[in-house]
């Protein structure tokens, strides 16, 4: 099992910045993918972008170009840095281990509120 927590959510003006981090602990042996993923108010989870193992990265069209996925294997943990951040990005963040597109392990969430 693997347990991640996820932090630095909070409150931010529309086109500003936040970075998002993720500590893994556990049997992170077993996974090799990373992702984010989000929920905003009275709509269904969102995949973010993932980060493998091999240093593959993938993103959602609807952050390409704003936001970057990062990891640091040394303190197993990914970062997602958001920039040119708008209202419609608000939402719960999660972060979700697993293998290849397979999630088997989710943070409890960090919101993010970006108010226009």
């Known amino acids: 099992q693997v347990q991640l927590v996820e932090s630095g959510g909070g409150l931010v003006q529309a086109g500003g910045s936040l970075r998002l981090s993720c500590a893994a602990s556990?049997?992170?042996?077993?996974?090799?993918?990373m992702n984010w993923f989000r929920r905003a108010p009275g709509k269904q989870r969102e995949w973010v972008a993932r980060?493998?193992?091999?240093?593959?990265?993938y993103y959602a069209d609807s952050v390409k170009g704003r936001f970057t996925i990062s990891r640091d294997n040394a303190k197993n943990t990914v970062y997602l840095l958001m920039n040119s951040l708008k209202a419609e990005d608000t939402a719960v963040y999660y972060c979700?281990?697993?293998?290849?597109?397979?999630?088997?392990?989710w943070g409890p969430g960090t919101q993010v509120t970006v108010s226009s």
């Open positions: 980060i493998t193992n091999g240093g593959n990265i």
């Open positions: 979700a281990a697993g293998t290849g597109t397979l999630v088997s392990s």
């Open positions: 556990g049997s992170i042996f077993s996974i090799n993918a």
